[in-house]
């Protein structure tokens, strides 16, 4: 296992890091891996879905009004009559 060490750290943070470790049972170190793990899971989760990705690339083109969010609702086939 590979090792990290972090220098300059306040006497603040370290205080609740080790009441944080306390209150899980947990000591400091443990604490520590476990908050990098859930820091480097949620990098990896998408920020948002489809509608975010195509809004934020057409985001400059000039659009002078919100398009309102459709969530909930059921999508229906097109019916070409």
């Not at 943070?13 to 400091?28: D, F, P, Y």
């Not at 975010?52 to 969010?69: D, H, M, N, Q, V």
């Amino acid at each position: 296992m590979a090792q990290l060490v972090v220098r300059n750290i306040e006497e603040s943070v370290k205080t609740r890091l080790r009441r944080r470790a306390a209150r899980r049972g947990r000591s400091m170190e443990e604490e520590v891996r476990d908050i990098l793990r859930d820091a480097v899971k949620e990098e990896e989760t998408s920020a948002g879905g489809m509608g975010t990705a195509i809004s934020s690339r057409f985001r400059k083109l000039g659009l002078k009004f919100k398009i309102p969010e459709l969530r909930g609702h059921k999508i229906r086939p097109v019916a070409f009559d």
